[in-house]
């Protein structure tokens, strides 16, 4: 069966970068995602990563993927405190991408 | 544009009442999902709609189900609510594209079960 795991909590400091990661043990993802959950709020998509790839860059974010290791980082440059929130990795397992299963969420905390 | 939009906010019932929960996807969606999450978890999948027919669906009783409309809003309908049912229930709404991997979330509604 499938199950997607994080760490709990991170906190560093404003200007650093955070690193957060995640395992998977579907070997048959074919997407993987990273969302952003802020206090009583939805769900925001931040980016996402098909299986085939190593790595994916947008702005501040980079999204490594260990397909050997099933191993998916999230990786935050030069960090706000806006970024404050809590952070969701999600597989999914076909291409219609339908189906979500998310991790359990990482409470990402920058102190000023 | 609009969002995903849905309806209530909030709400709070009793045990062993029913609610129903209201979705309006993003204009031009024309499959809706819905994934409870009880608090400190991650969402976990109910059902998935496209063209009001159910294509997927989550490891939750018979006491979940969930519809959808020629104009693609969606209800989701929960009987003999439980204590454990209360959550926040979320709707999100997706193109039927091969290209696109985007699941658009609503703000969700909070549902508390006394």
């Known amino acids: 069966g499938e199950d997607v795991e994080q760490s709990l909590f991170l906190s560093v400091r404003e200007g650093d970068s955070s690193v957060i990661n995640c395992t998977y043990t579907?070997?048959?993802?074919?997407?993987l995602y990273w969302y952003k959950q802020e206090p009583g709020a939805g769900l925001q998509l931040l980016t996402y990563i098909f299986s085939n790839m190593d790595m994916k860059q947008d702005q501040r974010l980079t999204v490594l993927l260990n397909k050997k290791d099933k191993h998916l980082s999230l990786r935050i440059a030069d960090t706000q405190t806006g970024d404050s929130a809590i952070y969701f990795c999600?597989?999914?397992?076909?291409?219609?991408?339908?189906?979500?299963?998310f991790g359990g969420g990482t409470r990402l905390m920058v102190k000023p | 544009d609009a969002g995903v939009t849905q309806s209530p906010t909030h709400l709070i019932k009793t045990r062993g009442q029913h609610v129903t929960l209201r979705c309006s996807p993003i204009?031009?969606?024309?499959?809706v999902s819905w994934y409870q999450q009880v608090l400190g978890q991650g969402p976990q999948f109910i059902f998935q709609y496209y063209e009001k027919e159910e294509r997927g669906r989550g490891n939750f009783p018979d006491r979940f189900s969930a519809r959808q409309f020629p104009n693609y809003s969606s209800e989701l309908n929960v009987n003999a609510l439980l204590l454990g049912d209360s959550a926040l229930y979320l709707c999100?709404?997706?193109?039927?594209?091969?290209?696109?991997?985007?699941?658009?979330f609503g703000p969700g509604t909070r549902l508390l079960v006394l």
């Open positions: 999600a597989e999914s397992y076909n291409n219609a991408g339908n189906m979500l299963t």
């Open positions: 999100a709404s997706r193109e039927e594209r091969e290209t696109s991997q985007t699941q658009y």
């Open positions: 579907d070997s048959s993802s074919t997407y």
């Open positions: 204009s031009g969606h024309k499959s």
